[in-house]
């Protein structure tokens, strides 16, 4: 049904440094979009753009297909965001702040609070002042007040922050039903790449501030091999038997203990014999896929902090 979110050569300046440098990024319906990068690669700033909080420097969006310009209004009505930390009246209980944020949006639906609260978990605590609350049981009420409108679009930066483990199966289970059954367009940056690899349908990797890769989940797992990894406390002499004995070439030394072998027609069983007939010592040798996160990491150079 075409692109949801829609940006072309997105830009913005502060105080002469540019933070957020070209991007062209495409948010398909009812897609998980997992938005990635190092701290302060640009992830927050596009999502303020995308929400007017503030103006770009150069370039446009496009919303539902409409282009957003500094007056827009309508269009987020349709919207529903978390941006950082959320803020609340923290004297309010969680009822009271959500029926504050409908009647600011003009939404007179008294069951939406309600259905809000139990989407999230969070109807035993209405009781209670949200002074009161956790940061995980605030993260979930956040999350209520983007659904309490039903939008048909949710931006969310760390939605998952301060939840325990508990509470992210809950919000991966509640972004999965969002987009499956309801057709909720979902545009989710995390820090944590695991919980994205789960949900995501499409990733896009932002590096100081230029978009790097923009790729569907499916074709990073057809192209991330498997691999066979073997640690050992030998690598020179190992790399020397595969090469020697098996007439493997096809595979990777890491540091000084890890070899990595991608050859798709030798077993892991031929392999470890040949080495224990060589007298190559062996701590483990096991079958694996690469992760979003080592391919993340590929993509920023490794040596950053991610956010």
């Given at each position: 049904?075409g692109?949801?979110?829609?940006?072309?050569?997105?830009?913005?300046?502060?105080?002469?440094?540019e933070v957020?440098?070209?991007?062209?990024?495409?948010?398909?319906?009812g897609?998980?979009?997992?938005?990635?990068?190092?701290?302060?690669?640009g992830?927050?700033?596009?999502?303020k753009?995308?929400?007017?909080?503030?103006?770009?420097?150069?370039g446009?969006?496009?919303i539902?297909?409409?282009r957003?310009?500094?007056h827009?209004?309508?269009?987020?009505?349709r919207?529903?965001?978390?941006?950082?930390?959320p803020?609340?009246?923290?004297k309010?209980?969680?009822?009271?702040?959500?029926?504050?944020?409908?009647e600011?949006?003009g939404l007179?639906?008294?069951?939406?609070i309600?259905?809000?609260?139990?989407?999230?978990?969070?109807?035993?605590?209405?009781?209670?002042?949200?002074?009161?609350?956790?940061l995980?049981?605030?993260?979930?009420?956040?999350?209520?007040?983007?659904?309490?409108t039903?939008?048909?679009?949710l931006?969310?930066?760390?939605?998952?922050?301060g939840?325990?483990p508990?509470?992210?199966?809950?919000?991966?289970?509640?972004?999965q039903?969002?987009s499956k059954e309801?057709?909720?367009?979902?545009?989710?940056?995390?820090?944590?790449l695991?919980?994205?690899?789960?949900?995501a349908?499409?990733?896009?990797?932002?590096?100081?501030g230029?978009?790097?890769?923009?790729?569907?989940?499916?074709?990073?797992?057809?192209r991330?091999?498997?691999?066979?990894?073997?640690?050992?406390?030998?690598?020179?002499?190992?790399?020397?038997?595969?090469?020697?004995?098996?007439n493997?070439?096809n595979?990777?030394?890491?540091g000084?203990?890890?070899i990595?072998?991608?050859?798709?027609?030798?077993?892991?069983q031929?392999?470890?014999?040949?080495?224990?007939?060589n007298?190559?010592?062996?701590?483990s040798?096991?079958?694996?896929?690469?992760?979003?996160?080592e391919?993340?990491?590929?993509q920023?150079g490794?040596?950053e902090?991610?956010?």
């Open positions: 049904m692109y949801v979110v829609s940006t072309r050569h997105l830009s913005k300046t502060f105080n002469g440094k957020v440098s070209g991007v062209s990024m495409n948010i398909s319906h897609q998980i979009y997992g938005f990635l990068g190092p701290n302060g690669a992830k927050t700033t596009l999502m753009m995308l929400l007017n909080l503030i103006k770009p420097t150069s446009e969006i496009e539902f297909g409409e957003l310009m500094p827009s209004v309508e269009l987020f009505k919207i529903g965001s978390i941006i950082e930390y803020i609340f009246y923290e309010l209980t969680a009822k009271d702040n959500l029926e504050l944020h409908c600011y949006m007179h639906d008294k069951k939406a309600g259905e809000a609260l139990e989407l999230v978990k969070l109807t035993a605590a209405d009781g209670k002042p949200v002074r009161e609350f956790s995980g049981m605030k993260q979930r009420l956040g999350m209520a007040r983007a659904l309490v039903k939008p048909e679009l931006i969310l930066d760390e939605p998952i922050n939840l325990d508990v509470g992210i199966k809950d919000f991966r289970d509640l972004f039903m969002l309801y057709g909720i367009t979902l545009l989710i940056s995390s820090h944590l695991s919980e994205i690899e789960q949900v349908d499409t990733i896009g990797i932002i590096q100081n230029i978009l790097k890769e923009e790729v569907s989940m499916s074709d990073l797992k057809n991330n091999r498997d691999f066979i990894e073997i640690v050992t406390p030998d690598c020179r002499k190992a790399a020397f038997v595969l090469e020697n004995s098996l493997i070439g595979f990777k030394v890491i000084d203990s890890v990595r072998i991608y050859e798709q027609d030798v077993s892991q031929e392999i470890s014999k040949a080495l224990i007939l007298n190559v010592a062996i701590e040798i096991n079958h694996k896929r690469a992760s979003l996160e391919y993340f990491m590929n920023v490794g040596g902090k991610y956010a």
